[in-house]
């Protein structure tokens, strides 16, 4: 059996963080995913998936993440239900996310240059929260070197003989 999920999109509103009565931290937020197609009207619909994180996880979302910005997440999807206030059957689905990476830095999103400083966000992309042992993925990189991804969006030029194909 497999339940494992992969999603990338934007938060929504802020995360809201919590703590249970055993002091366990779990944070929620939502995540607006675009489909790959377009409605009938011609405009890009999405859809927007309820997001969980527990423990240091959640601390780390509660404290990074706001509204607009973008993440991707993984984990897996779980559906439960409960009884509400009128006697009915309630079911959610949502995704348990052991895995959440900040696809950009605060400095990107509110129009600072990221090529300032070493260009890394502030922010570390974040993994772990379950014990997979798998641990977060993340890689070191000495302050001296340059980011190689920070082009501020602008085209990259290659020639045709830099190509593999």
Same mark, same amino acid.
């Given at each position: 059996?497999?339940?494992? %999920? &992969?999603? &990338?999109?934007?938060?929504?509103?802020?995360?809201?963080?919590?703590?249970? =009565?055993?002091?366990?931290?779990?944070? /929620?937020?939502?995540? +607006?995913?675009?489909?790959?197609?377009?409605? /009938?009207?011609?405009?890009?619909?999405?859809?927007? %998936?309820? &997001?969980?994180?527990?423990?240091?996880?959640?601390?780390?979302?509660?404290?990074?993440?706001?509204?607009?910005?973008? +993440?991707?997440?993984?984990?897996?999807?779980?559906?439960?239900?409960?009884?509400?206030?009128?006697? #009915?059957?309630?079911?959610?689905?949502?995704? &348990? +996310?052991?895995?959440? @990476?900040?696809?950009?830095?605060? /400095?990107?999103? $509110?129009?600072?240059?990221?090529?300032?400083?070493? *260009?890394?966000?502030?922010?570390? +992309?974040?993994? *772990?929260?379950?014990?997979? *042992? @798998?641990?977060?993925?993340?890689? !070191?990189?000495?302050?001296?070197?340059?980011?190689?991804? !920070?082009? $501020? *969006? #602008?085209? %990259?030029?290659?020639?045709?003989? $830099?190509? =593999?194909?």
């Amino acid at each position: 059996m497999l339940n494992r %999920i &992969i999603l &990338i999109g934007r938060l929504t509103r802020d995360p809201e963080l919590r703590y249970t =009565p055993a002091g366990v931290a779990v944070t /929620q937020f939502t995540l +607006a995913v675009d489909r790959n197609f377009t409605g /009938q009207n011609g405009e890009r619909e999405a859809d927007f %998936i309820p &997001i969980v994180t527990w423990r240091q996880l959640a601390e780390t979302c509660a404290n990074y993440l706001r509204k607009g910005r973008l +993440a991707a997440v993984e984990g897996r999807i779980q559906v439960r239900n409960y009884e509400n206030n009128e006697g #009915k059957r309630v079911y959610v689905t949502e995704v &348990i +996310a052991d895995n959440v @990476r900040f696809l950009e830095s605060s /400095q990107n999103r $509110d129009g600072g240059n990221s090529s300032s400083g070493a *260009g890394m966000p502030e922010e570390p +992309a974040y993994g *772990g929260g379950g014990n997979s *042992g @798998r641990g977060n993925n993340n890689f !070191s990189r000495s302050n001296n070197q340059q980011d190689p991804f !920070s082009g $501020d *969006g #602008k085209p %990259i030029d290659i020639s045709d003989d $830099d190509l =593999p194909f």
